[in-house]
């Protein structure tokens, strides 16, 4: 997986009757916009390191990592 | 199959100086009820929502004390690029539900055994279906033809 600052990331729902949850690119932290990354989560309260999997798909929002 | 093809999950990770009350609001607001302990890049502990309840509310810890003294420390690790069956191993040996999955030393997910017990069930189901289709349904025997 490749993001940038900015981008959204999309983590499916793992059961039934389950929300999609979202969260924002806050940091990146491997080269070339590779993982781990530094997220907030959808409510702007939370601030995770985030290590993304299968369920997880980056929404291209944000600007190139330079 | 690799280890890491068998994730299902993101992982999600917090420092160790946050506290107790901020772990269980992510665990809360990401849906998850485990999360990775890292420091740097490396993972030092696994702290989960049992742990909160156990370690924490059972025993009095303030929401405020930091999260690295509710995780379950040391973890154990297996390599994100290690044959999958590898793992069946060391949840045996371990005695443990989660292993930190780690590629060049560095953390990036974790392997629950309920990941493998998934995949477990599929296979289970493919191995499976020719056999009920033959308890279900009549033997078609081939016609045997006598040559003269």
Known sequence: MRANVGDRIVIRS??????????????????????????????????TLFFPGPDAEVVRTGQPVH | MKTID??????????????????ARVMEHTGV???????????VGIVTDRDLVRRG???GLP??????GAMSAPVV????????????????????????????GRFV????????????????SDLTRPVAGEVIFAHHDATVVAER
């Open chain 2, 63 to 68: 929401p405020d004390a930091r999260v690295d």
């Open chain 1, 14 to 47: 793992h059961h039934i009757g389950e929300l999609q949850r979202e969260c924002l690119v806050a940091e990146v932290h491997g080269t070339d916009g590779a993982p781990p990354y530094v997220v907030q989560w959808k409510d702007g309260e939370h601030e």
């Open chain 2, 109 to 124: 997910g974790i392997l629950s055994i309920d990941d493998l017990l998934v995949d477990l069930a599929a296979d289970f």
């Open chain 2, 6 to 23: 068998s994730l299902r999950r993101s992982g999600i990770g917090i420092e160790p100086q946050r506290s107790i009350a901020e772990a």
């Open chain 2, 57 to 59: 509310l059972a025993r």
């Open chain 2, 77 to 104: 690790t297996i390599d994100a690029d290690t044959d999958v069956h590898s793992a069946y191993g060391v949840f045996r040996t371990h005695a443990v539900r989660r292993l930190a999955v780690v590629r060049d």
């Open chain 2, 33 to 43: 009820g485990c999360l990775a302990v890292v420091d740097g890049e490396h993972v």
